[in-house]
């Protein structure tokens, strides 16, 4: 005999923040590491250092804001708070990953994974890092169509 299939009870609001907390900064952790190699490997050798950071900053953007919209969508009813929480902890989830990776697996000297942070030096990172943080506030206001 089949017995019906029975539903999973919703996920306690706080839970679904943190699930889509891990969601959004690791998978734009994954996004950031696939469109450096690209850059390293293609954009910058065809357009040159400063054209191809732009144009990989501007795919990222873009990918930053698509990521916001469905780890978004992964909280059934966000308040204000939840989305800071999301922008703020999917960006320190980012920069946990960016740092193990760089100053672990790559072993970039700390002054050069640093100067990664340098808007005097042209480094557009902590600007993607700001936009990442207030992306699910953005989005929600367009989502919800609230001004």
Do not use: C
């Not at 954009?43 to 054209?51: D, E, K, Q, T, V």
């Not at 930053?64 to 922008?87: D, E, K, M, S």
């Not at 790559?106 to 994974?113: D, G, S």
Request: aromatic share 10%.
């Amino acid at each position: 005999m089949n017995e019906p299939a029975q539903e999973t009870p919703p996920l306690d609001p706080l839970l679904q923040v943190w699930r889509a907390i891990l969601i959004y900064g690791t998978l734009a952790f994954a996004a950031g590491f696939v469109f450096g190699v690209v850059r390293e490997l293609l954009l910058i050798p065809w357009l040159g250092r400063g054209a191809g950071k732009s144009l990989e900053f501007t795919i990222m953007l873009a990918i930053t804001f698509a990521l916001a919209r469905y780890a978004t969508r992964r909280i059934a009813q966000p308040t204000r708070g939840h989305l800071i929480a999301l922008g703020i902890g999917g960006m320190v989830i980012l920069l946990a990953l960016e740092a193990m990776f760089a100053l672990y697996v790559v072993q970039l000297p700390l002054e050069k994974y640093l100067d990664s942070f340098n808007v005097l030096k042209g480094e557009l990172f902590p600007w993607g890092l700001l936009a990442m943080a207030i992306a699910p506030l953005l989005v929600a206001r367009v989502m919800t169509g609230r001004p």
